[in-house]
Nanobody, 112 residues
Framework: QVQLVESGGGLVQAGGSLRLSCAASRTIFSLITMAWYRQAPGNQRELVADITAGGNTNYADSVKGRFTISRDNAKNMLYLQMNSLKPEDTAVYYC??????WGQGTQVTVSS
């Protein structure tokens, strides 16, 4: 059973913005920390940002000040607003939650 579904990826020029969304199919979503990870070709999957059930956030240094993670517990939705995108942000982005597991990923490509 698919429990996390990402959307919102695409191709954007450097300096542009994208908003990723992740829909969770279980109400336990509202009780757990959720996170966005990304994986570029040839690289390990890395944490981009996470957010606790209460809304406390944490960001990788590489995205601080450019990306914003948020959640809507009433809708079981997780978001990642990405601004000032750089070519090095190109990767497959995954949402993740303990118990819920991993989504299928959404491709983000930033052209220079």
């Amino acid at each position: 059973q698919v429990q996390l579904v990402e959307s919102g990826g695409g191709l954007v020029q450097a300096g542009g913005s994208l908003r990723l969304s992740c829909a969770a199919s279980r109400t336990i979503f509202s009780l757990i920390t959720m996170a966005w990870y990304r994986q570029a070709p040839g690289n390990q999957r890395e944490l981009v940002a996470d957010i606790t059930a209460g809304g406390n956030t944490n960001y990788a240094d590489s995205v601080k000040g450019r990306f914003t993670i948020s959640r809507d517990n009433a809708k079981n939705m997780l978001y990642l607003q990405m601004n000032s995108l750089k070519p090095e942000d190109t990767a497959v982005y995954y949402c993740y939650g303990v118990v819920l597991g991993w989504g299928q990923g959404t491709q983000v490509t930033v052209s220079s």
